[in-house]
T-cell receptor, first 109, second 115 residues
């Protein structure tokens, strides 16, 4: 079956760095997305990786290893506004999105 | 990019009634999707809204319960029929303006509570 695993919840300190991991098992693979979702709001796009390696975008970076079925989202210089859920989603061979349950990130001062 | 207007933003409904959610996009898009997000859980795809033809439903979702209309490339509706408390959830429409491996844009969601 198809499956996405990511931690349920993580806590980090303002100004620090946090890495949110995601492992996936899908029928074929056409890329991996990370979305941010603040409480009570819709998800917003953060990143898309289809090739191995690290993609950096400001304070946020996303990494993909296709051979390991693994991705992570790295958040640097954490701010209180980064408190949100982070959703990992893999695109399978039929271009169907398989969603993880999300990681709730709590930022403490 | 795409700007999506979804309404209502929230509603409280009685058991057995139906609610229609509307999704309006500011540009023509081929792919429109309807998702459900239950409390503390991730997104579950209900169906793909196809313009000019019947929607494509995912396993566990049927047309009688979740009829969908897609009269043109900028508009779609999802109806939650004969509601029960188990239908209490956030319903999200989303669009994919570009190619199949491009990002989704989401509407602001409809928070539905069924009493």
């Amino acid at each position: 079956g198809q499956n996405i695993d990511q931690p349920t919840e993580m806590t980090a300190t303002e100004g620090a760095i946090v890495q949110i991991n995601c492992t996936y098992q899908t029928s074929g693979f056409n890329g991996l997305f990370w979305y941010q979702q603040h409480a009570g709001e819709a998800p917003t796009f953060l990143s898309y990786n289809v090739l191995d390696g690290l993609e950096e975008k400001g304070r946020f970076s996303s990494f993909l290893s296709r051979s390991k079925g693994y991705s992570y989202l790295l958040l640097k210089e954490l701010q209180m506004k980064d408190s949100a859920s982070y959703l990992c989603a893999a695109l399978d061979s039929n271009y169907q999105l398989i969603w993880g349950a999300g990681t709730k990130l709590i930022i403490k001062p | 990019s795409a700007v999506i207007s979804q309404k209502p933003s929230r509603d409280i409904c009685q058991r057995g009634t139906s609610l229609t959610i509307q999704c309006q996009v500011d540009s023509q898009v081929t792919m429109m999707f309807w998702y459900r997000q239950q409390p503390g859980q991730s997104l579950t795809l209900i169906a793909t809204a196809n313009q000019g033809s019947e929607a494509t439903y995912e396993s566990g979702f049927v047309i009688d319960k979740f009829p969908i209309s897609r009269p043109n490339l900028t508009f779609s509706t999802l109806t939650v029929s004969n509601m029960s408390p188990e239908d209490s959830s956030i319903y999200l429409c989303s669009v994919q303006p570009g190619h199949e491996n491009e990002k989704l844009f989401f509407g602001s969601g409809t928070q539905l509570s069924v009493l």
